[in-house]
């Protein structure tokens, strides 16, 4: 019998993995001066532990600001962090709007700024993808890990 119990909870492991891994998700976002990121959030839906990475060379930053209205008068006077490293990756830990912000030169205020709005799991629902997107391919690549995660557990179970 316990036996049957190892199985039993070597299938939930399974899983409960699988669906961790479905659950959180990673965005990158290719920073530079010369993107638009205004609409950012309404064509990427982000999530309570989701994770974004922005990805840039020289001279590029990436500072949190604390506030909207620093981040609408692109003031890095009070910072919660800056990073320069080029791989910056930020963890939502809760629900709310966060500002990022390039302070090289006049970055900012030509518009290399993101506000994004992590909702807490299933408050809203993700925006589609376009076609042929990575968004799209992300997806897919999440379907294929659930798909098969869950026939492991299920050949698991079968053993029985």
Known sequence: MSALLVKALAALVAMAAVAELAAAKNHTIQWSVSANYGD????NAVSVGDTVVFTYGPPH????????ADYKACSFDNSVSSDQSGNTAVTFDKAGTRY???AAASH????QKVAIT????GDSPAP???ENSAAA????GLAVKLALGL???GAVLAAF
């Open 118 to 121: 992590a909702a807490a799991p």
């Open 61 to 68: 930053t990436v500072n949190e600001l604390p506030s909207e």
């Open 137 to 140: 391919a992300t997806m897919a």
């Open 151 to 153: 026939g492991v557990g």
């Open 40 to 43: 950012w959030s309404s064509s």
């Open 108 to 111: 900012c205020s030509q518009g």
């Open 100 to 102: 990022f912000a390039c």
């Open 128 to 130: 589609k993808p376009k």
